[in-house]
């Protein structure tokens, strides 16, 4: 049998879902690509291979630095701005389709400001807790640092993210373009709660008002109930102090709720009977239901995710087997089951998902192809620790008036056509 | 009862070790530091914080930005080179001591240059997989993209990390400066057993000859056990692509082994049925034992941990609560167990871990401490899932030469003085 044979037999053992989803232990057996992918030549002989040095090992290299930067040849990885805005008015993207893992970098996190990145001194700033509390307190950085702190993986996601979906034609954007509302880091600080328990709380509380320093004082109302369990006054990001335009030097982590509650810049805590309506909670981030009514207060990410790789701007080069990856995630804790389908629908297989799987972080999810070099619809469809799996995108649009566009959750899929370019479209 | 009084009563009922070591539930119970701390005000009313906004609250704040750096203010959080030297000659260290959680963040991470950083163009950069193999390949970067891959958080430390503990008298350096040769990233990239898969292994094949494309040619033997286990070609690091300082295009990662290993811009391995026996396999990164002869490939690093904060160059201002917080890590897997004295080994508590433990990567501990305001001598004991635990200095100085540096593994320690002041003792 030859090598060619060989492949397809093993290939036609191991199928998993219709138009080519496979089986991941088929990669694993390996000697699939190596039949002449692009990109993959003879090596040399081993005498070759040592001697025929490239040109950079010929001189030394760049000396240490303080704080190192990317390389040069990636200088086109930035974070992204919405389509058709040269400049950035309320927003950035993280970059998705030119990054993998679940980590975000922190210079790539995407950013949402209400009135610019404040300039804050560490030293002057402080966090007041006040209203309806038995001690009112005001919290320097040097006081927090002395605290019981914690450390978790956690999303955080703009509530409008994903809301191109929508838009009755599929806007034909990148991944980071439509999904790009989205980061995650390691998130280190002050459980709320501790801080909590030094200002006790008086009789009748039931919301917390927090602030932000920045010039919008951008301000939301969060269930005293959140801020009593998982919320933390986050002080470092990925190991380092919390950067700027994620609310240096702390910001507010509600995990799992939409981002614009995730208060950055935080400096006052007001404990009330009742929320604020602010701004922020009753012009925006609400939903608008038929019949005009808008609902308030829908604040944890329903289940969620999205195809990765291949995405908009990234080209087939050849039949053959490719990796289809992405992210998953959910407010209400841990993913545990994200299904693929490479026919729009059809037929579905369970994608492979990144180990250890935690609770309100992105989930990387993994699924081997071997694609025919026909056209095939990508779709991806996460199923959540309770249960909860996303909806079509018709079933979720019929749940709102149509202009609604925040927390959307619906199915994302991708079209491949046959020469190889992937483009956005609904199922 | 008086409330001091009251937090007294609290704490004795919470000892879990000699000279102040409480159990973690003492913090969480609520109103311990309020009581006079240094940095905690009583917070103005209701009316005053809302209406005294600071300075930066009154001019919109900073545009949004591509790619985004850290605070201002942080500008002295910077690798650091060894004590005594200007700039580095061989190595920069993470500054763990600024830092918090168990990533480092990427222009952070450890440097270690055997002939400066390759400014490798990834077009041209190819990966040859020769010697012992059924069909000899070279990979372009492009090639590698499509074929399946993994991500895991991973620590990678240098065998020369923590070596200052040798010396006859205490260094008088930071845990960054004694411990930085370590860093943590979420490294995503193809598994090296899929790539021999497509070159197949020949009879006779035992190690794999790795080298970089530096100037150096870096080069290390590696078993191929390990290749076939959980070895990676790693392409990102937390999120992004790789580094320049860390490898960029790509880099050998063996999860628990000596950093020396991980080949950085890994440019070919040559399977073979011997180790090559490299420069830096013989005149460094070996074991100088008693009697003169030198133990080669120790391969894994052994359990370990360090106290970070309090350490060296922080001042502890008054007595009262503190969180004991500290980093451990094991080349065998996972950490079982972290012990912390505070009375220079004479009672030990255990320390709580971060959720979720993860196997060959850093591992954050906590624990609570009422400091007395006497001196005082804090040490940590990790214990993996092996069972192994950390040996003292003195035991472990006595299984090697007096000119052995690599792989320390011993127990730290810091001496707290009754100024509030740290320095690096022995115990």
Same mark, same amino acid.
């Given at each position: 049998m030859s090598r060619r044979n060989q492949i397809d037999a093993a290939v036609r053992g191991e199928i998993a879902a219709g138009n080519g989803l496979l089986n991941r232990r088929v990669l694993l057996s390996g000697g699939l690509f190596a039949a002449g992918a692009a990109g993959i030549a003879q090596a040399q002989s081993s005498e070759s291979v040592g001697v025929n040095a490239p040109t950079w090992m010929k001189t030394p290299g760049r000396d240490f630095s303080g704080?190192?930067?990317?390389?040069?040849?990636?200088?086109?990885?930035?974070?992204?701005?919405?389509?058709g805005q040269v400049r950035p008015t309320t927003s950035s993207h993280t970059p998705l389709h030119l990054l993998e893992g679940t980590i975000t970098p922190n210079g790539l996190h995407f950013e949402r400001h209400h009135n610019?990145?404040?300039? %804050?001194?560490?030293?002057?700033?402080?966090?007041? %807790?006040?209203?309806? !509390?038995?001690?009112?307190?005001?919290?320097?950085l040097d006081a927090l640092m002395r605290y019981p702190m914690e450390t978790h993986i956690r999303f955080i996601e703009c509530s409008g993210n994903s809301g191109g979906y929508t838009s009755a034609q599929p806007t034909q954007t990148t991944a980071g373009g439509i999904n790009g509302l989205l980061s995650c880091s390691e998130w280190t600080g002050v459980r709320l709660s501790t801080l909590l328990a030094e200002t006790g709380i008086a009789p009748g509380a039931k919301w917390v008002i927090a602030e932000g320093a920045d010039a919008a004082a951008m $301000?939301?109302? +969060?269930?005293?109930?959140?801020?009593?369990?998982?919320?933390?006054?986050?002080?470092?990001?990925?190991? *380092?102090?919390?950067?700027?335009?994620?609310?240096?030097?702390?910001?507010?982590?509600?995990?799992?709720?939409?981002?614009?509650?995730?208060?950055?810049?935080?400096?006052?805590?007001? !404990?009330?009977?009742?929320?604020?309506?602010?701004?922020? *909670?009753t012009s925006h981030y609400t939903e608008l239901m038929p019949g005009g009514k808008a609902r308030?207060?829908?604040?944890?990410?329903? +289940?969620? $995710?999205? %195809?990765i790789r291949p995405s908009l701007g990234m080209t087939m080069k050849a039949p053959g087997f490719y990796e289809i990856s992405g992210l998953a995630w959910s407010g209400a804790g841990r993913i545990?089951? !994200?299904? !693929?389908?490479?026919?729009?629908?059809?037929?579905?297989?369970?994608a492979a998902l990144g180990d250890p799987v935690l609770p309100k972080a992105l989930t990387r999810f993994r699924l081997a192809w071997q694609w025919s070099g026909q056209a095939a619809v990508l779709a991806s469809r996460a199923t959540d620790q309770t249960g909860a799996t996303q909806p079509t995108r018709a079933a979720w649009l019929a749940q709102y008036a149509p202009r609604q566009g925040y927390h959307f959750n619906g199915i994302q899929s991708w079209g491949v056509e046959p020469d190889g370019t992937v483009k956005n479209v609904y199922i």
């Open positions: 704080y190192g930067f990317p390389a040069k040849s990636q200088d086109k990885v930035q974070r992204e701005y919405p389509t610019g990145v404040p300039d %804050i001194d560490p030293n002057r700033h402080e966090l007041a %807790i006040h209203g309806l !509390v038995a001690r009112p307190l005001a919290f320097s $301000s939301r109302s +969060v269930p005293l109930e959140k801020c009593l369990d998982d919320a933390v006054i986050a002080l470092y990001q990925n190991g *380092e102090a919390i950067r700027p335009e994620q609310g240096y030097p702390m910001r507010l982590l509600l995990p799992g709720f939409e981002g614009n509650m995730s208060v950055k810049w935080l400096r006052r805590l007001k !404990v009330t009977d009742a929320p604020a309506d602010t701004r922020d *909670e308030q207060f829908m604040f944890p990410h329903e +289940v969620k $995710s999205a %195809i545990s089951k !994200v299904e !693929v389908t490479a026919d729009g629908g059809k037929t579905w297989a369970q």
